[in-house]
């Protein structure tokens, strides 16, 4: 699957070189442009493109990997995602850590909200960055909590994150799993092996 991601922070790098890693063509942005990740080209795969954050925006999957302040200005950039699926990775808090209210939204509602017609799924976001690429010590499967409202995205995002050692965990839609997967959820900054049966 062709995927977009926007922000080339930590999270955005290491989920661009994990869905590369299973063969996926990704194409990478930040704010800056294009030419801003260009001295960072030895860092990536060859199959991860720099592009400008408009040409992210377009793909199939769009992962959204910026602060979270950010996030809905960033998605209305788009006026009809088409269905297409967008990928909140985000947690509720300020670059000073505080956590910001979304009351009586979850976090991921409201970036639902700001993604028209996109069929949004909340993932990743409870694992600290050096789980996120699913390796583990040993055997196993690292576990990834999901949630989304659309039946369908979440089967076709399980089905994509399982060959790259996830175990996917379905937690029920945004309003349920959101918000046990946000901050101050229980979830967050967790992570979990399920072992092999």
Not at 10 to 15: D, F, K, P, R
Request: proline content about 6%.
């Amino acid at each position: 699957m062709e995927i977009g991601i926007v922000g080339a922070g930590t999270v955005g790098t290491i989920l661009a070189k994990t869905f590369a890693l299973a063969g996926n063509p990704v194409k990478l942005s930040r704010h800056h442009g294009a030419a801003s990740l260009a001295p960072r080209r030895s860092e990536f795969a060859p199959n991860i493109d720099f592009v400008e954050v408009a040409d992210a925006l377009q793909q199939p999957l769009v992962i959204i990997a910026v602060p979270f302040e950010q996030a809905p200005d960033v998605l209305k950039q788009v006026a009809d995602y088409e269905q297409r699926m967008v990928l909140d990775v985000t947690n509720q808090f300020t670059a000073a850590f505080k956590k910001i209210k979304t009351a009586p939204l979850t976090g991921s509602e409201v970036i639902a909200a700001a993604a028209n017609n996109a069929r949004v799924i909340k993932a990743f976001n409870t694992l600290p960055p050096e789980f996120m690429d699913g390796h583990v010590t040993g055997e196993g499967r690292r576990v990834l909590f999901y949630a989304g409202d659309d039946v369908a995205a979440k089967k076709e995002f399980a089905a994509l994150v399982r060959p790259m050692n996830f175990r996917p965990v379905n937690l029920g839609k945004l309003r349920h799993g959101g918000s046990v997967m946000q901050v101050g959820g229980g979830l967050g900054n967790t992570h979990f092996v399920q072992l092999d049966e």
